[in-house]
């Protein structure tokens, strides 16, 4: 049988999630990937053991040029509902902190889970199979042709599943974007996000700081989080630096708080007061990593001054800087390291209810093509179950 009642492209996330429910609801569906096995970037999600959701999962940790229109997918699959299906198939899990919800095991537990319940359900894969061309029949009886390495395959409707692009080596391609652009959709600018920035060693001075990890705060237009920060050899990465890339764009600075919740300026007043005669670079060490103390305070002390010669006025200004330290990345890394593609498919061109393209009845765009991109923790995945699980209510 090669006409389906839904073809969904993308063996993914939003996919299995998607041909879950919609072929809960009776519908044959086909499930077509081009990579050999499904569910490939779960697998690696998590450093491999998948941060699946975040039990605060809501509106306000995504980005989209509409924040409003994830609101309903969202009400309607809370983290609790993908908890449910865990606990269902007996999938020990552990909150590791703020809510985001990890596998104990393994990210293989859920790909397992997706396809045990797509089996079910009566869903047929075709791995490793590759569209070649994708012809629209509009008219009440729409019709989606699919010519692939694999044969011809029609359907009624037609889901897009296909992810973002970050990382190609495991199968991520621009494939959903151009089939939007195929049905002449607007696409909100892509960029990698949830990425590490590089930095130029010239004017930061920060490579020799390679390895070094610490708790910051790290602001990005106006947005600000605080988590841990890694130096690297190419910039800055680390949960702070990859949340801060979701908001960045070309020549804008980044504000690093190194000492976050910390008055430094009254610490060393206090010092001060006591008749410390240690070197600022020396105290600050107390504070934060050596190395990291000596590049801090190499250009406002230069020279080895104990602290009872230094004024409280020039104190204050590098306490000051300590707090909002400007640099201006040259970049991010890219989509080969980024967790996620930023932009997408312009939600004014879908339903928030069903993901259903407005001028393409039977044309549905879920998870991570979609221009709407979630914070680090557990949200993107819950994006994908949650338009996943929207589109497969209606399809
Ligand atoms: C290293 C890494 C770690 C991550 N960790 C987390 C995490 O812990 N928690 C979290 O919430 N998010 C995480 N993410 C993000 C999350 O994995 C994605 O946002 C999510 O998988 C997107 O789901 P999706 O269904 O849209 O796409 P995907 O899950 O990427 O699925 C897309 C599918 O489409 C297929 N495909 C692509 N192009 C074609 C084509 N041309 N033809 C046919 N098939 C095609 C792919 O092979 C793939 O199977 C991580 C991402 C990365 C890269």
Same mark, same amino acid.
């Given at each position: 049988m090669n006409h389906y009642d839904v073809i969904i492209i993308g063996a993914g996330a939003s996919g299995m999630m998607c041909a879950i429910h919609a072929g809960a609801r009776g519908r044959s569906i086909l499930l077509l990937d081009h990579a050999a096995q499904v569910g490939s970037k779960i697998r690696i999600s998590g450093g491999g053991r998948? $941060?699946? +959701? /975040?039990? @605060?999962?809501?509106?306000?940790q995504y980005l989209s $040029? /509409? #924040?409003?229109?994830?609101k309903s997918a969202l009400s309607r699959f809370p983290a609790e509902s993908f908890v449910d299906m865990l606990k269902k198939h007996g999938i020990p899990f552990v909150d590791? *902190?703020? @809510?985001q919800l990890f596998c104990k095991n393994s990210a293989q537990d859920i790909v397992t889970m997706l396809k045990d319940e797509c089996d079910q359900v009566g869903a047929r894969f075709e791995l490793s199979c590759e569209v070649e061309k994708l012809v629209h029949s509009p008219g009440p009886s729409a019709r989606f042709h699919l010519t692939t390495n694999k044969g011809e395959f029609s359907s009624a409707s037609l889901c897009i599943? +296909?992810? @973002?692009? *970050? !990382? #190609?080596? !495991?199968g991520a391609t621009g494939f959903g974007y151009e089939i939007a652009r195929q049905f002449g959709l607007r696409i909100v600018e892509l960029a990698p996000a949830l990425d590490g920035f590089t930095l130029n060693p010239a004017t930061t001075g920060f490579r020799e700081l390679t390895g070094i990890s610490l708790d910051c705060g790290v602001t990005c237009r106006g947005v600000s989080f605080r988590e841990a920060l890694l130096f690297t050899h190419q910039g800055l990465s680390g949960p702070a630096a990859l949340q801060a890339s979701l908001y960045w764009r070309p020549g804008d600075p980044l504000f690093i708080d190194f000492l976050p919740m910390h008055n430094t300026f009254e610490w060393f007043i206090r010092k001060k007061k006591v008749g410390n005669r240690g070197t600022v670079k020396n105290l600050l060490a107390e504070l934060l990593p050596t190395r990291l103390a000596e590049r801090l305070s190499q250009t406002d002390f230069s020279s080895p001054v104990p602290l009872p010669q230094v004024s409280e006025k020039t104190l204050e200004n590098f306490c000051r800087k300590l707090h909002e330290w400007e640099i201006t990345p040259t970049g991010t890394v890219g989509y080969d390291k980024a967790e996620v593609t930023r932009g @997408?498919?312009? +939600?004014?061109?879908? *339903? *928030?209810? +069903?993901?259903?393209c407005k001028k393409v009845p039977g044309l549905f765009f879920i998870g991570e093509v979609v221009d709407v991109t979630g914070w680090l923790g557990g949200y993107n995945l819950h994006w994908a179950w949650a338009s996943g699980y929207a589109a497969g209510l209606s399809l």
């Open positions: 998948c $941060n699946f +959701t /975040n039990s @605060g999962a809501s509106a306000a $040029n /509409n #924040p409003h229109f994830c590791k *902190s703020k @809510g599943a +296909t992810g @973002g692009l *970050s !990382i #190609p080596k !495991i @997408g498919v312009d +939600t004014d061109e879908l *339903s *928030s209810k +069903t993901m259903e």
